[in-house]
């Protein structure tokens, strides 16, 4: 893990009560290959900010990225209270709202709620046939949106949570799945159902703020 | 299907020479049924615009729905050229650039690349746990904006669609598969293969105006 090798290089070379935290989009592996590997007087808060897009570079910066977004905290139980008060007032400071758990079961949600959509948006993309691609409109380009992220940044982020991404995408297959045999048996009740339970959910999460 | 009903209510209080259309989003039900039951002297040129949102109502008017977006149409073979040319001029006068093809076509393309990636998103926002809906950000809501669409509306599109939608979910569960096999077996070079294909396909996506 690339961001693993960083921190310890950093860490070695950082003054004694220096706080290091990162923007990895996994932790457990991270956490877990840092633990016991840092000079003692240097203090790592890990951190996952739920903010970006699919561009990446300079010329893709945006000054409100953090503003009104959550920030995902998973220090580790030894950190003291004061680091991870540091950590959280850097974050607020840049406009973001800070949710703190464990690395495990922040991989275990953000398996659902980020890895898996990217998944789900990338063999959207991948099954388009070339020739078909005048006939999309807006509907297409937003489902597939997160698709052009850059793939070396995901492989890496795919097989760091391998176990709970399998498991959401199974979970993700089998409504899928009843979809399918709604619309073969053209069962209106089910599909109504399913529908509703897909719009429910959508005006849930666009009407927090 | 109750658009059917509605042209044909229309088409018997229409003056001769007039020319129908409609915004349906299936066309091969439509033109079938309508076949032989419309006056002699009352035209109907079939259209679907690919434009629109997810809301609904005069709220949500936009004056620039139309502009620069598709307009498909598939005019039955036994429809004056006249006809046609007027109704891809009124699609045209609202700043549309219009595709002509057969009922048949259409659905199978529109199949993939409209009522497939609203099946996608609808079962996407469905996955989601209740309680981690504070821990999504711009990306799951962009890939399940369409989950928001009205389920009566789309209830009738995926029924009256049946055959190519189920195909076209097919070719796409089959898609995720590779990517959960990839992801399984830590398979880096097939997964990066993947997450590029589908990058290649949302780049070309948005690099057409």
């Known amino acids: 893990n690339h961001i693993v ?30 633990k016991g590997t840092l000079p003692a007087e240097v203090t790592f808060v890990a951190s996952h900010p739920l903010a970006g897009s699919e561009k990446s570079g300079y010329e893709f910066s945006d000054q409100n990225l953090f503003q009104d977004r959550p920030c995902v905290i998973t220090p580790d139980e030894s950190v003291p209270a004061e680091a991870v ?40 993309a991948a099954t388009l046939a070339t020739e078909n691609t005048r006939y999309t409109s807006t509907g297409f380009r937003d489902t597939t949106r997160i698709a052009g992220g850059d793939p070396a940044l995901w492989i890496d982020i795919l097989l760091s949570n ?45 009407s927090t703020p």
Chains 1, 2 share one sequence.
């Open 162 to 206: 391998r176990d709970a991404i399998v498991t959401s995408l199974d979970k993700y297959s089998q409504s899928l799945q009843q979809f399918r045999e709604a619309i073969l048996t053209q069962d209106e009740k089910r599909l109504r159902q399913l529908l509703e339970d897909g719009k429910k959910k959508h005006d849930t999460l666009n």
């Open 85 to 124: 008060s540091r950590i959280r007032q850097f974050w607020e400071a840049l406009g973001m709202h800070v949710l703190q758990t464990t690395p495990e079961k922040h991989d275990l949600i953000l398996a659902e709620t980020s890895h898996l959509p990217h998944v789900v948006a990338s063999a959207l």
């Open 5 to 34: 090798q960083f921190i310890q290089t950093v860490a070695q070379n950082s003054r004694p009560g220096t706080i290091i935290t990162d923007v990895g989009s996994t932790k457990q592996q991270i956490c877990e290959q840092l």
